[in-house]
């Protein structure tokens, strides 16, 4: 258990995927260019066996906005996205409706 301070300092906010590359030393990685509204930022997720780069451009996300950053496989990933797993395990990226604002706070 957390408690609600703990929780209150997660930043969850609403994203547009705006670029995807697959990262060629991975079979799974993707480099993802984020749009929060005035700015953007890079975010390597482990999804490119069950999206294509293009499935995602455009998508509204869910991600966390305040994580330190970290380097995977040569890539700074500034964020994380967030997803469920469908009944293979597989994770199923949580998409927001398009009417949601860039850069918002979901609470």
């Keep these: ?3 609600f ?3 209150s300092k997660v930043e ?16 799974k990685l993707l ?3 984020v749009s929060l509204g005035e700015k953007t930022k890079q975010i390597v997720a482990g999804i490119g ?3 294509r780069s293009s499935q995602l451009i455009g998508k ?3 991600i966390v906005a305040n994580l330190e950053p970290r380097s995977l496989m040569g890539y700074t990933s500034e964020g994380m996205l967030l997803a469920g797993h469908d009944k293979n395990n597989e994770p199923v ?3 927001l409706r398009k009417k ?3 850069g918002s706070r979901i609470s």
């Design 1 to 3: 258990m957390i408690s």
């Design 93 to 95: 990226l949580l998409e």
């Design 31 to 33: 480099a993802l260019k």
């Design 12 to 27: 969850l906010r609403v994203g547009e995927i705006l670029e995807a590359e697959k990262i060629e030393q991975s079979d």
């Design 60 to 62: 509204k996300v869910a």
């Design 49 to 51: 066996k069950q999206y």
């Design 100 to 102: 949601a604002h860039n």
């Design 5 to 7: 301070d703990d929780f």
